[in-house]
């Protein structure tokens, strides 16, 4: 997965889904019980994880030559919850030609 430019993308695409996840389901009833210092910890996860994302899309966008729409499309995708994770199921593959039969095919 992490030979190929695609492939690292995906890798971001996945960690900053998962830290948003963990933001949603796990920071808010952890601040409300009032453990301030693992909520610090998640948070910090999340904003690393976000500006990390945002370093993979420009990479992708050189590295893959996309428009500047498409890490767009994916930046703004990152604030729905399980929106990477969709994103990587139906458009990365989309936009790269990358299917089961293609993958089976180089093998």
Sequence with gaps: MLRTPLGRVRLMLWIQGIAYLAILFAHQ???????????MVIGNIYRISF?????A???GKTALNWS?????????ASFIPFGLIIMDWIWVKKWT??????????S
């Design 29 to 39: 009833p952890l601040q409300a019980a009032g453990m301030t210092q693992t909520v």
């Design 51 to 55: 500006l990390l994302l945002l370093v």
């Design 57 to 59: 899309l420009i990479y």
């Design 68 to 76: 500047l729409r498409r890490p767009l499309f994916i930046m703004f």
């Design 97 to 106: 030609g990358d299917s089961a039969a293609e993958q089976r095919a180089a």
